[in-house]
């Protein structure tokens, strides 16, 4: 078992839905962040998370410390927005751990 | 732009050789972190430096090394190069020795 899970693996939307893409980990963390990689490779961040809840955007992600679990939402969905979704935890060890990544298009 | 910078964006070797990796950060930040992305394994972390100490070290192998360098621009080097190593190499910067982290574009690693 993956110390970093994601679902869904893929996903398509149409210009306008909300999305939601969820990480659960096993492992006790210090932090959680979510991160955007481009088509083109390009990385960026966009969360990090210890507890709570954030929004940037039409960005929100929330964490559940006790369920171990993360959730990105998309309000408003735009064609701009696909890209691959990452989750990654940093460990107590300090280590950071990668979920696999979840594929976002969404279609005009 | 993340501000972060990397030399060189492509780089095409042989097995057995060396390379080194530049990363120049953003003005202020003092902590930089490495990362090896491959089509097989993913995005894996391999060491941060801060303020020029070493703080954290993942899946990083024996035959690669990095350093923090006084004006704080830092420098991954593998050696002995095996056609696995081939991969992106992103560095990414921040202030703190935790916190949010802003990515360079990356390496493109190819050894052949």
């Known amino acids: 078992k993956n110390e970093v899970e994601q679902s869904p693996q893929n996903l398509t939307a149409q210009e306008g839905e909300f999305i939601t893409i969820n990480c659960s980990y096993s492992v006790g963390i210090s932090a959680l962040h979510w991160l955007q990689q481009h088509p083109g490779g390009g990385i960026v961040s966009l969360f990090m998370?210890?507890?709570g809840k954030k929004k940037h955007g039409r960005l929100i992600a929330t964490i559940n410390i006790q369920e171990k679990h993360s959730s990105l939402h998309i309000t408003a969905s735009h064609p701009r927005d696909s890209a691959v979704y990452i989750c990654?935890?940093?460990?107590?060890?300090?280590?950071?751990?990668f979920g696999p990544g979840t594929r976002l298009s969404v279609l005009p | 732009d993340s501000g972060v910078t990397q030399t060189p964006k492509h780089l095409i070797t042989a097995t057995g050789q060396r390379v080194t990796l530049r990363c120049s950060p953003r003005s202020g930040d003092l902590s930089v972190y490495w990362y090896q992305q491959s089509l097989d394994q993913g995005l894996q972390f391999l060491i941060q430096?801060?303020?020029?100490?070493?703080?954290a070290k993942g899946n990083i192998l024996e035959r690669f090394s990095a350093q923090q360098f006084p004006d704080l621009h830092s420098e991954l080097n593998l050696s002995s190069l095996e056609l696995g190593d081939s991969a992106l190499y992103f560095c990414a910067t921040g202030r703190g020795l935790g916190g949010e982290q802003y990515f360079g574009p990356g390496t493109r690693l190819t050894v052949t």
């Open positions: 430096y801060y303020n020029g100490e070493e703080r």
């Open positions: 998370l210890s507890s």
């Open positions: 990654a935890v940093r460990d107590y060890g300090q280590n950071f751990v």
